[in-house]
């Protein structure tokens, strides 16, 4: 849990250097909180609705952390 919590961190930093160096301005400025599952208790996803000013800065973080993560299955 406690280690979920300093990854997060980083990926949050490398995600803001990531934005810097590919000139992202527009992205709105937020933290990543990347749980293991095996970690939490999770109960099936609720139908969450993003919100249309968050999708271009989801949309750039998904495709950051994929290009760097492609072994994670993300649920």
């Known amino acids: 849990m406690f ?9 949050t930093d490398q995600y803001r250097t990531y934005c810097e160096e590919n000139k992202l301005d527009d992205i709105v400025d937020f933290s990543v909180m990347i749980l293991s599952s095996n970690s939490w208790l999770f109960t099936a996803p609720s139908n969450f609705i993003l919100p249309v000013e968050l999708k ?10 994929t290009q760097q993560h492609t072994h994670v299955k993300k649920k």
């Open 56 to 65: 271009k800065t989801f949309d750039s973080f998904t495709k950051f952390y």
């Open 3 to 11: 280690q979920d919590i300093g990854v997060s961190k980083n990926l």
